[in-house]
């Protein structure tokens, strides 16, 4: 190999390296918020510092998901900034959190409820609520470390049922404490998972539970240590070439080997698994996402995906069906019919004859009529008739399920529904859009500050960037991927050079 080519690896270290080391620094910071997001759950930042498509305006961002009816003029708006006291015509808001809690993520709302008996229910990001009159009391779920998906009334409208990502949690009577039930595996159902699924908890390290999560954290500090060192031997020469007071050279020097010392064997030694996150994050986004979550592998031994559960990180919503007179349960693959107590295997329901929803989970089930429901996600909103299996789209130019776009595009995004204000029957929220047709917001709905956990996921995944890059913000995390793998690789050949001309020196 010729020494001009030599030079080529180490300017291609050099600079690509120096281009790409905010974009790593990035991806390391967002992801270790993104691995504890519990932890960072009081964090938040005012939307003022961030760029405008933070902003709230005309109700986006699921700010509102929901509307509950009180009596006369008074209603309830839940979303993801809590619960909020209204009227009607959206006019006034006043604060309806008092017990929820205090950070923006932790108050997210996905669903409030009234039972018979007039208590009202919350369903919160990590817990389960009841109000007392005066405040949101939590109620324990044993056993429960998951987010909360949702929380629907029983047969008889008179207790909650709360869902959490892989559980359903029933009480036995109005006082009663609530048990952990596991929906039951359908008859000839083969539990596996996508290729997309064990790819994203390899990357989180989730896939070997904490052990391996504190491992991606520490693989995280080491590629954040050589961006640093990256950039103090990029620019140490020239301040050692300036240098006036020639006392000081040797220790400059020695600062720089030890830089050099240490930024190598770091490097070498954490390769492998600094190129496997890097690796599983490319294929966690387009273009490898989609053709990645159709390959369905067997479970890995030992790992959260391979227990009794087969429901496991997979339930989303739930829903008493008076028709059939059994459960609705959506999942991340498709809807499944339960018996009242969860006792039976349920049946799960052909994806031809119920709505398609989105990856990222059901935000609209509303009953319109005994048996008829009206379904909606980040794919599209849909009129759903669970006996029959008939659906429809909602609105003009809506395609029917079946002939959503495998894309899953559409022309809504939808992150909420309500047909308790007076200004129009119906009103649907998009989460980018809001609802143009309503009044411009106003008041403390748009002082919301924006989660940490929001804005460090927008970062990892390219959105963040979206005002610069445009359209090509959707393979950012590919293409810089690649780009972070060479850097890597070509770090390793200049490594070898290095070891080869100096054997046992480890520099």
């Given amino acids: 190999m010729s020494k001009h080519h030599k030079l080529n690896w180490r300017s291609l270290h050099k600079w690509g390296g120096l281009i790409l080391t905010f974009f790593i620094l990035m991806f390391c910071l967002s992801g270790i918020v993104l691995n504890h997001r519990k932890a960072f759950v009081n964090c938040q930042i005012n939307s003022r510092w961030l760029p405008e498509r933070y902003t709230l305006s005309q109700y986006n961002g699921g700010i509102v998901k929901g509307t509950l009816r009180l009596d006369g003029n008074r209603l309830l708006a839940y979303g993801s900034a809590g619960v909020w006291l209204t009227d009607t ?15 923006i993520d932790g108050r997210n709302v996905s669903r409030v409820v009234i039972a018979k008996d007039g208590r009202m229910w919350c369903a919160a990001q990590y817990d389960l609520y009841v109000h007392d009159g005066k405040r949101w009391v939590p109620v324990p779920l044993p056993g429960n470390d998951e987010r909360l998906t949702d929380v ?16 359903v949690y029933t009480a036995s009577g109005p006082d009663g404490a609530f048990e952990r039930r596991y929906i039951g595996t359908p008859q000839g159902y083969t539990s596996k998972a996508s290729l997309f699924k064990t790819f994203w908890l390899l990357h989180s390290g989730a896939l070997f539970g904490l052990p391996g999560r504190l491992l991606v954290d520490a693989v995280a500090l080491v590629m954040i240590f050589l961006c640093f060192t990256g950039i103090f031997l990029f620019f140490w020469p020239q301040a050692i070439r300036r240098t006036r007071n020639k006392d000081a050279v040797p220790h400059r020097v020695a600062a720089w080997k030890w830089n050099r010392r240490w930024h190598n064997r770091l490097g070498y030694y954490t390769l492998v698994l600094t190129l496997l996150v890097t690796v599983t994050g490319m294929c966690l986004r387009k273009p490898l996402s989609a053709p990645l979550a159709k390959v369905k592998t067997a479970l890995v031994p030992l790992s959260p995906l391979a227990q009794h559960n087969v429901w496991f990180d997979k339930l989303r919503g739930i829903r008493w069906d008076a028709r059939s007179d059994r459960w609705l349960v959506c999942t991340s693959e498709g809807f499944v019919q339960a018996d009242e ?10 994806p031809k004859q119920t709505p398609k929803v989105s990856a990222m989970g059901v935000t609209v089930w509303e009953e319109e009529r005994p048996g008829e429901w009206l379904v909606g996600s980040f794919s599209g909103l849909y009129r759903w008739d669970s006996a029959t299996g008939t659906v429809t789209g909602w609105a003009a130019g809506e395609p029917a399920a079946s002939d959503t776009p495998p894309s ?3 022309k809504l995004r939808v992150s909420g529904y309500s047909r308790d204000l007076r200004t129009a029957d119906e009103v649907v929220f998009d989460y980018y859009k809001g609802a143009p047709a309503l009044s411009p917001m106003s008041g403390p709905l748009t002082r919301q500050a924006v989660p940490l956990w929001r804005v460090a996921l927008d970062i ?14 959707d393979e950012f995390v590919f293409f810089s991927g690649l780009l972070i793998t060479v850097i890597f690789l070509s770090g390793l050949a200049v490594y070898y050079r290095q070891h080869r001309r100096r054997p046992g020196s480890g520099e």
């Fill in 460 to 473: 990892h995944v390219g959105r963040f960037y979206a005002p610069l890059l445009g359209p090509l913000s």
């Fill in 341 to 350: 107590h969860f006792a039976e295997a349920p049946l799960q329901l052909s």
């Fill in 408 to 410: 899953g595009k559409s």
């Fill in 89 to 103: 015509d959206f006019h006034r808001f006043t604060d309806y959190n008092a017990g929820l809690p205090k950070g």
């Fill in 152 to 167: 629907a009334l029983d047969k008889d409208s008179l207790q909650a049922v709360a869902l959490t990502r892989s559980a």
